[in-house]
């Protein structure tokens, strides 16, 4: 494993990772044409890939369930659906191959950069804080940052960006590394015939096993997004 | 040279820490595709799965509608039936009633008819037979006058002579 270089380039004075932001594109048209083409010919009886977004929806909507009731959760089902094939599809993209041209790292998980995900967690930490004062008022969302101590204020204060670093690099943490062994192993394997005999089985196993951890990451973030909002939106905490 | 990796954003070491463009495109480029996603795809399988709900619950409204019907009609078909198996039996009922009385009748007119034949007859019988008694004495009479005569030879007169036998005969009828 070389040290890859980002890709970056400049435009109206703020930095890009070039590679971050095709990434971030790829796996956002793939998750658009999977769920175009299947909600194409929507019928009341459900056949092939409709039955499979029907069941994501109904898996999503179970967490939800597991966190709020629906009435107030309804409105996030989009959002975690959103989510949970964006990210699921982000993990899966660094799995197949990573690309290197002339040391710069091209194609790799977007969800394997510290900047995309530390985004989507404060983005949910911020849409958390605003559905609390949407649902209680400010009055009451301020309120319960003195419970059930005053003198807990300045935690509470610190476990949002606690909650927003945790979120965000729990699933850098994973990805990244999922693909840094994978690029150990990939090396390995370019080492020469003996290498690449002792790669072929890890690399195997690790990658079948970053699949789990992909999908279990994308499992965890949206369900921790559903925790946080229904914290900052129920009554009783 | 593994520990390198394990820095916050080593990769772009040489860069500055923080891309605001990354971020701007993370932001724009997720938001973007929550859009699309709920006008295209999610939008259009949540209205579907909506509508499936409303057509399994108003269909199982259906279903229990027409099978509360179907029982009222079962229990209004059963009770007419009752009804029609009573009214069968009432009319047989009384038909036999009627039979029964219109036999009685037959047989009491019949009876009667027969009793007034029979005494007609006897009647007839009776007169016929004064009838006869009569000419037959008439008859001996008028036989007994013309004996007479021959025997006595001689003419009686018709008063004395009628007298006469009527008393014989009387006497005879008496003796008889």
Do not use: C
């Amino acid at each position: 494993m070389e040290h890859h270089l980002a890709p970056t380039f400049e435009l109206f004075g703020i930095t890009f990772n070039a590679s971050n932001v095709l990434m971030l594109l790829i796996a956002a048209a793939i998750v658009f044409l999977i769920a175009l083409v299947s909600t194409r010919n929507l019928k009341l009886k459900p056949t092939g890939m409709q039955n499979f977004m029907e069941w994501v929806m109904d898996f999503v909507k179970g967490i939800i369930k597991s966190n709020m009731d629906w009435k107030t959760g309804g409105s996030l089902h989009v959002l975690g659906i959103t989510l949970l094939m964006f990210i699921f599809v982000a993990n899966m993209l660094g799995l197949p191959f990573a690309i290197v041209v002339d040391g710069y790292l091209w194609w790799k998980s977007p969800t394997a950069d510290p900047g995309v995900t530390l985004t989507l967690a404060a983005m949910i930490i911020i849409l958390s804080n605003y559905y609390g004062i949407k649902a209680k008022g400010f009055g009451a969302y301020a309120k319960d940052f003195t419970q059930p101590m005053w003198f807990l204020t300045p935690i509470k204060i610190i476990e949002e960006f606690a909650n927003t670093l945790t979120l965000g690099l729990r699933l850098y943490g994973n990805i990244y590394a999922g693909e840094i062994l994978l690029s150990l192993l990939a090396g390995l394997a370019t080492t020469g015939a003996v290498g690449f005999l002792a790669a072929v089985l890890p690399t195997l196993a690790w990658q079948g096993f970053s699949v789990f951890v992909g999908s279990i990451q994308a499992f965890i973030f949206v369900m921790l997004t559903m925790v946080y909002i229904s914290h900052k939106v129920a009554d009783d905490h | 040279m593994f520990f390198d990796h394990l820095v916050l954003g080593a990769v772009e070491a040489e860069h500055s820490f923080l891309n605001i463009g990354d971020i701007l495109a993370t932001l724009v480029i997720f938001l973007i595709l929550l859009f699309l996603l709920k006008k295209f795809a999610w939008g259009p399988l949540m209205g579907i799965m909506q509508q499936r709900e409303e057509l399994i619950a108003s269909e199982i409204e259906a279903a229990e509608s027409s099978r509360t019907e179907s029982q009222k009609m079962l229990d209004e078909q059963r009770s007419l039936l009752k009804e029609a198996r009573n009214e069968a039996l009432e009319i047989v009922e009384s038909a036999k009633r009627q039979g029964e009385a219109s036999r009685e009748e037959i047989i009491t007119a019949a009876r009667e008819e027969a009793n007034r034949i029979k005494e007609n007859a006897v009647l007839e019988i009776g007169n016929e037979r004064e009838k006869a008694l009569a000419a037959v004495r008439e008859e001996v009479v008028a036989l007994s006058m013309l004996a007479a005569s021959r025997v006595l030879g001689k003419e009686l007169s018709e008063e004395e002579n009628r007298q006469l036998i009527d008393e014989t005969i009387a006497k005879a009828g008496e003796v008889q």
